[in-house]
């Protein structure tokens, strides 16, 4: 078992991660983390001498294509299915206020 870790440093912890628990909170999450602290310790323990280092769990590739535009004919279809388009486009409304008026 590692070394006993008390409130304050758990406290100490959460205000470095911009967390705050209350008392209750800090009571439970207290040896909460002192056993994931423990699960290092017997981690430590386990002989990995000859064990090559695995970056992937499995065998499998990602396979990617290129990315690139292709004519699908379904323009018209797409545009009929839009609420509001404008010059064969799909009209939306502005999310970005360009006006300097800070309004």
Request: glycine content about 4%; cysteine-free; aromatic content about 2%.
């Amino acid at each position: 078992m590692a070394e006993k870790i008390d409130r304050q440093e758990v406290k100490h912890v959460a205000d470095l991660a911009k967390l705050s628990f209350d008392d209750a909170a800090l009571d439970k999450i207290t040896p909460q983390l002192e056993e994931i602290i423990d699960l290092f310790t017997d981690l430590q323990k386990v002989d990995t001498d000859g064990v090559e280092p695995m970056y992937t769990p499995t065998t499998e590739h990602n396979v990617m294509r290129e990315d690139k535009g292709v004519q699908s004919g379904q323009r018209d279809e797409l545009l009929a299915n839009a609420p509001e388009t404008h010059d064969g486009l799909i009209k939306v409304p502005a999310i970005i206020d360009e006006s300097e008026d800070g309004e």
